[in-house]
């Protein structure tokens, strides 16, 4: 089997979990090298997962034959330079989300992908785990009917009393639907098909706010962008759903996230993780809901499974799920969300899309994940 190498720029935060399951579990990626501009973080990483190169930068990484894909995961606010460079360069990219912060930017990555013939997808990849997977199986075998609206609900008072550098979260390309929005409208997209119309509604609660995590704890962040959004998206079905996000208010209601049918309705797990807490069903005419088990693989933390996925198709020339007009279609309805709210009127959606086709049993070779 051919295995694709993975060239790393930037291994912050996430990086650990792609590094441990490009090395434990998906048997047709390895890791070719990392890069990052704090050499520290490099040489740390190196000594845990026993990596062959560290390159002195993104330019020597993109210039070693030996990689296959480039794997982005700077900040939002870097996504752009980063894939623009590396895709000039002749190289494969899978980025984190989103593709980048500003759709203008998102479209021109798009198209210098195509024109130069070279795959670029990224983040998120949990629409490819057991929970949605299972979710959509159940929609398309009819358990809900004809599919006629949804909600979603993803709200905290932030990630700064985790995160060791969480500054970006509140910089452009960051806030609660820039940051977390795209695990929700992907799995949206994915579940209910092309959005063609949205409104918004845009806050934001606090000017400055202090770190509370352990490295940074007191520093006072600035906050640049709305931390408090509301978006409501129309679909080419005629289905309708809310995306309510933010990072201002504390909350024990955890995540919320249901789909609605003409015959019953679905609760879907938290798609910023695999497949918890698990699916629900609820029929028209039940006096409760019934726990329906995963019927897909990869119900563990699989991130990576959507770079696997990529690398399994640019083996085979076919196209990969977590690809760039997903991830294009995810910047065009969030962008509009904002641009309702600041231009008070509906926005139009132009960005084709059309959701990839269901995940099957070891589609993607590697260990199952379970
Ligand atoms: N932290 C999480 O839990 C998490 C979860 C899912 C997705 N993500 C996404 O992953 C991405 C990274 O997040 P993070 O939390 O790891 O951030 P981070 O700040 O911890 O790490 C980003 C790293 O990228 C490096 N970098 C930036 N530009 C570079 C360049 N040109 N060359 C080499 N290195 C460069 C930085 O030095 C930094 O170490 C973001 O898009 C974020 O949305 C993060």
Not at 45 to 63: Q, W
Not at 99 to 122: C, T
Not at 179 to 203: K, W
Not at 208 to 215: A, F, G, L, M, V
Request: hydrophobic share 35%.
């Amino acid at each position: 089997m051919k295995k694709l190498k993975i060239g790393f720029v930037g291994v912050g935060c996430i990086s650990g979990i792609y590094l441990k399951n490009i090395q434990n579990t998906f048997d047709n990626i390895e890791i070719a090298g990392i890069c990052d501009l704090e050499p520290e973080k490099c040489t740390a990483a190196a000594e845990k997962f026993n990596i062959p190169k560290i390159y002195g930068d993104m330019y020597e990484l993109f210039a070693d034959p030996e990689v296959d894909i480039v794997l982005n995961i700077t900040r939002p606010y870097e996504h752009y330079e980063v894939t623009k460079a590396a895709l000039l360069a002749g190289k494969h990219v899978y980025s984190e989300k989103p593709l980048s912060p500003d759709l203008n930017e998102a479209r021109e990555l798009y198209a210098l992908a195509k024109e130069k013939g070279l795959y670029l997808g990224g983040a998120p990849d949990t629409f490819l785990g057991a929970g949605i997977q299972t979710v959509k199986k159940l929609i398309e075998d009819g358990y809900i009917g004809r599919v006629i609206g949804g909600r979603a609900h993803m709200a905290s008072r932030g990630p700064e009393n985790w995160h060791p550098d969480p500054e970006f979260v509140y910089q452009y390309g960051g806030g609660p639907m820039f940051d977390m929005g795209p695990y929700y409208v992907t799995a949206f997209i994915n579940l209910m098909g092309r959005v063609t119309e949205v409104c918004g509604m845009t806050s934001r609660s606090f000017e400055r706010r202090p770190i509370t995590s352990e490295k940074k704890y007191g520093k006072i962040m600035d906050v640049e962008v709305p931390t408090y959004v509301e978006g409501i998206m129309r679909f080419e079905s005629g289905a309708i759903a809310q995306l309510f996000t933010t990072f201002d208010i504390c909350t024990k209601s955890g995540i919320l996230f249901e789909i609605y049918g003409t015959e019953g309705s679905i609760r879907v797990p938290d798609p910023n993780t695999f497949g918890e807490p698990g699916v629900q069903l609820l029929r028209l005419g039940a006096e409760k809901y019934e726990n329906i088990p995963l019927v897909r693989n990869y119900s563990g933390n699989s991130r990576a499974l959507g770079l696997a996925e990529m690398a399994e198709c640019i083996v085979d020339g076919t196209l990969h799920r977590a690809n760039s007009a997903q991830q294009l279609h995810v910047v065009e309805i969030m962008s509009a969300f904002y641009r309702s709210s600041d231009e008070h009127r509906f926005v139009k959606i132009e960005s084709d899309y059309e959701p990839g086709k269901p995940m099957s049993f070891y589609e993607v070779t590697g260990k199952t994940y379970v």
